[in-house]
T-cell receptor
């Protein structure tokens, strides 16, 4: 088995601040994702990375940057934090399998903007 | 752009009941269909998935897929209080991008 570790669990920042969330996985999966979870809106894809050194925009990439430093780690930066961006950010990794591409999630990082 | 909708938004059932959750999608080229379960404050976890029309059963859980009607569902037999969670359906068109529904919040009362 493996695990996805997200840090920090809670990130508090001021409006306009640049804030970074980090994600590590030890599954040795090629593909990693960042999703945003707002109450009542399900999960929305921000960025994903198919392999190391790859970066792809999701549907919600505006206002965010991402970086795949190495195979096991994927970071997400909120370029200018806004109060309407307070949400839980979920990191996931995946590998193709018989079910398509099963996602393995971390427990999330909650962003609080004051 | 793929649209995925779930119903109902929330559901309360007594212990032992059959629970049915629904998911509709808009892209007829969709290939993989999955359900994820998220207990409060925890990571979403894959529950079941299917890629061809029909049904698939694993223990108390059954997934139905009807591609022609752009619909799939999850049925939980003998629902237990431990099944109380947020259930998310997810659809993939064969690339790496899964689109999720907004979720159904299930509460099973003992």
């Amino acid at each position: 088995g493996g695990i996805i570790t997200q840090t920090p669990k809670f990130l508090i920042g001021q409006e306009g601040q640049k804030l970074t969330l980090k994600c590590q996985q030890n599954f040795n999966h090629d593909t990693m994702y960042w999703y945003r979870q707002d109450s009542g809106k399900g999960l929305r894809l921000i960025y994903y990375s198919i392999t190391e050194n790859d970066l792809q925009k999701g549907d919600l990439s505006e206002g965010y940057d991402a970086s795949r430093e190495k195979k096991s780690s994927f970071s997400l930066t909120v370029t200018s934090a806004q109060k309407n961006e307070m949400a839980v950010f979920l990191c996931a990794s995946s590998i193709p399998d018989n079910s398509g591409n099963t996602l393995y999630f971390g427990e999330g990082s909650r962003l609080i903007v004051v | 752009q793929q649209k995925v909708q779930q119903s109902p938004e929330s559901l309360i059932v007594p212990e032992g009941a059959m629970t049915s959750l629904n998911c509709t999608f808009s892209d007829s080229a969709s290939q993989y269909f999955a359900w994820y379960r998220q207990h409060s404050g925890k990571a979403p976890k894959a529950l079941m998935s299917i890629f061809s029309n029909g049904e698939k059963e694993e223990g108390r859980f059954t997934i139905h897929l009807n591609k022609a009607s752009l619909h799939f569902s999850l049925h939980i037999r003998d629902s237990q209080p431990s099944d109380s969670a947020l259930y998310l359906c997810a659809v993939n068109t064969g690339n790496y991008k899964y689109v999720f529904g907004a979720g159904t919040r299930l509460k099973v009362i003992a």
